[in-house]
């Protein structure tokens, strides 16, 4: 019996491996596309903050609490979405988030003040929770380990393209049609590529990872690992507590840098079209990098944990930095220091994601991604009202960026105390 389900499982394998080719790169185009798309809906606040601020007249406590609105939607949504991408699959799954999301971007159009922009926020965040959880199963579903870290920094780049084209699209359209028509803009993006995922994404998940298997058993990637068991390891919490340290510094960078350019540099809506450019455009490399970095050490013999926990130690000395660019008179200077931090950000975020495929089956990433995630939106909702307050009463970025440079390291430790050989967390079989 054992010996068939073996016959088996390398036939699927054999099949399935000739049938996704380079399809499988195809489908992380698509999530790098949804995450541009994704991004570019969710800094249209941050770049218009200076211009909403006149027409509405918020001040930084009241944007700090619809940052507050969106990021307790996003905690709550990827709970549930993580939980939804591992019951219906990720097709279904992210075709709901994205419609959901796009339809609350468009809906800002149509607020007028800031209950009406927490609410539109809030549905935002709810919607947008689902991007990291599907895309993340997607990965671990269609890639083999050793590509896992790769074609996560690649799609998840997309994450700094978005806030790259956001000045062109949003400052274009805000200065020939208004803000509300931009808002309107961005959320049709999003349905627009949900054409395409619907068109393209036909063929099945093909990856029968043995890697991901080892100590998981084979009814792991069968069966829906309840929660009980998934919040009673280790290495569960190791990735949780990584994104709830770590995921608010890029709110950080998110929402505020735009604020801080202006505040600090003068730097107006269209102005910031080139400093943004620069700095998104280093993350995009630095994605794209951190993936690579762990995947060519893996490549090269070293093991599972050398490879991951190096990459995100370099990563997380890059940030600290970031410790300074308050301080610095010069422009070009402050946004050098900020574009390094952010690079070593997305670094750090697609390592981050590529050890829970490390160490969980297929069956459980969405629901462990839904979980990090949803801790990580915590941190970064604390994080923001820390962030308004702060900006209030002292005027000034420095505590904030103290912040900024301390908490890679520091969670880096904590991940290896928890996990220090990264083991893949082990399920007993299931019965039947």
Same mark, same amino acid.
Request: aromatic share 12%; net charge positive.
């Given at each position: 019996m054992i010996s068939e389900e073996i016959v088996k499982a390398e036939t699927c394998e054999a099949v399935t491996s000739n049938q996704n080719g380079s399809y499988r790169w195809v489908i992380c185009g698509l999530l790098f596309l949804i995450a541009t798309v994704n991004y570019?809906?969710?800094?249209?606040?941050?770049?218009?903050?200076?211009? /909403?601020?006149?027409? +509405?007249?918020?001040?930084?406590?009241? @944007?700090?609490?619809? +940052?507050?609105? =969106?990021?307790?939607? @996003?905690?709550?949504? =990827? /709970?549930?979405?993580?939980?939804?991408?591992?019951? +219906?699959?990720?097709?279904?799954?992210?075709?709901?988030?994205?419609?959901?999301?796009?339809?609350?971007?468009?809906?800002?159009?149509?607020?007028?003040?800031?209950?009406? =922009?927490?609410?539109?926020? =809030?549905?935002?965040?709810?919607?947008?929770?689902?991007?990291?959880?599907?895309?993340?199963?997607?990965?671990?579903?269609w890639f083999p380990k050793k590509e896992r870290a790769l074609a996560t920094g690649i799609f998840n780049a997309g994450a700094n393209i978005g806030p790259v084209i956001t000045p062109f699209v949003v400052g274009w359209t805000t200065l020939r049609h208004g803000w509300r028509m931009a808002f309107v803009v961005t959320g049709a993006m999003g349905l627009l590529w949900l054409v395409f995922w619907l068109l393209l994404y036909r063929l099945p998940a093909p990856i029968l990872d043995a890697e991901s298997s080892k100590g998981s058993g084979a009814a792991a990637r069968r069966h829906e690992i309840p929660w009980a068991k998934l919040v009673s390891r280790r290495q569960t919490w190791a990735f949780a507590v990584g994104k709830f340290m770590t995921d608010p510094i890029w709110w950080l960078f998110l929402f505020w840098l735009p604020d801080f350019l202006y505040k600090r540099h003068k730097i107006t809506l269209l102005g910031a079209g080139l400093p943004l450019f620069v700095i998104y455009g280093m993350a995009t490399a630095g994605s794209i990098g951190g993936g690579w970095l762990s995947s060519f050490l893996l490549k090269r013999g070293w093991t599972v944990n050398e490879s991951r926990k190096t990459a995100m130690g370099v990563c997380a000395l890059a940030v600290v930095p970031i410790m300074f660019a308050s301080r610095v008179s010069s422009l070009w200077l402050a946004v050098a220091l900020i574009a390094l931090a952010v690079a070593a950000h997305q670094g750090w975020s697609a390592n981050m994601f590529t050890i829970a495929t490390d160490m969980f089956p297929s069956s459980a990433v969405g629901s462990v991604v839904g979980l990090g995630g949803m801790l990580g939106a915590v941190g970064g909702l604390l994080f923001a009202k820390m962030t308004g307050y702060t900006l209030q009463w002292t005027e000034s970025y420095m505590a904030v960026f103290i912040v900024a440079g301390s908490a890679y390291l520091a969670a880096l430790a904590i991940i290896h105390m928890l996990v220090p050989k990264m083991e893949p967390a082990k399920f007993d079989a299931e019965p039947g």
């Open positions: 570019t809906a969710r800094h249209a606040i941050g770049l218009l903050k200076p211009t /909403l601020q006149v027409d +509405i007249g918020w001040n930084e406590i009241g @944007y700090s609490n619809i +940052i507050f609105a =969106f990021q307790l939607a @996003y905690a709550i949504g =990827f /709970l549930l979405f993580g939980k939804l991408m591992d019951r +219906i699959g990720a097709r279904k799954g992210f075709s709901w988030s994205v419609a959901l999301w796009s339809v609350a971007g468009m809906a800002h159009a149509l607020a007028s003040s800031v209950l009406a =922009f927490g609410l539109a926020r =809030f549905a935002l965040g709810l919607g947008q929770s689902g991007n990291f959880p599907a895309s993340i199963k997607t990965v671990a579903e």
